[in-house]
């Protein structure tokens, strides 16, 4: 079975552009969470999406939206990019958004800002 | 009185022994805990995890440890392997939230 795949793997852009980020979560999982990952840190949390709907939102500012498709796919929109929005950015599924279940999580996608 | 293992952001560990990666959470309220493992160019792979209700679960080589007292977790690994390399997380979470917190992170090398 495929697990959660993301694309592209490496963006590149420059600051004040926007990107859109896209993933596809593990078949029959219907949630989805974004994290950022800076070099040499932990993820963090960014969002997470439950049947189209936003169930969590961590620290990031409103320049940082996401939406989720009736297939469970997902797309995660930074908008004035900034230096420090490079970062890997990950995507988790699960089966649903809350209760005790693991994350599964893609090999994410490389961003770099110029 | 009981010692708590530190969290070393690095470990080196000879091939075919045991390796022990310590965390230490810090919400009370967390009531579940992954392990995982990311190696280089990927992202987080899904080790072991257990409830709170739990002191210790086994996997395969894995062994989780939870005290809750001190809220720490250990992850044990059993003769460990050169494909064992990577950075190792730990993350918590509780039933009435939706995100995984992660820990620093302890980068495990594998000497042959």
């Known amino acids: 079975d495929a697990g959660v795949t993301q694309s592209p793997t490496h963006l590149i852009k420059t600051r004040g552009q926007h990107v859109t980020l896209r993933c596809s979560p593990i078949?029959?999982?219907?949630?989805v969470s974004w994290y950022q990952q800076v070099l040499g840190q932990g993820p963090q949390f960014i969002f997470q999406?439950?049947?189209?709907?936003?169930?969590g939102r961590g620290n990031f500012p409103d320049r940082f939206s996401a939406r989720q498709f009736p297939n469970y796919s997902s797309e995660l929109n930074v908008n004035a990019l900034l230096l420090g929005d490079s970062a890997l950015y990950l995507c988790?599924?699960?089966?649903?958004?809350?209760?005790?279940?693991?994350?599964?999580f893609g090999d994410g996608t490389r961003l770099s800002i110029l | 009185g009981e010692s708590v293992g530190l969290h070393l952001p690095t470990l080196s560990v000879q091939e075919g022994d045991n390796s022990i990666i310590n965390c230490a959470y810090s919400?009370?309220?967390?009531?579940?805990f992954i392990w995982y493992k990311q190696e280089s160019g990927k992202g987080p792979q899904f080790i072991i995890d257990?409830?709170?209700?739990?002191d210790k679960r086994q996997g395969q080589r894995v062994t989780v440890l939870l005290n809750k007292t001190v809220k720490h977790l250990s992850l044990q690994i059993a003769a460990t392997q050169p494909g064992d390399s990577a950075v190792y997380f730990c993350?918590?979470?509780?039933?009435?939230?939706?995100?995984?917190?992660f820990g620093a992170g302890t980068t495990v090398t594998v000497r042959a």
């Open positions: 988790a599924s699960s089966w649903e958004g809350g209760g005790n279940q693991p994350q599964h």
């Open positions: 078949s029959g999982h219907k949630s």
């Open positions: 999406y439950y049947e189209k709907e936003e169930r």
């Open positions: 919400n009370s309220a967390s009531d579940y």
């Open positions: 257990i409830r709170s209700n739990m």
């Open positions: 993350a918590e979470k509780s039933s009435n939230d939706y995100k995984l917190s």
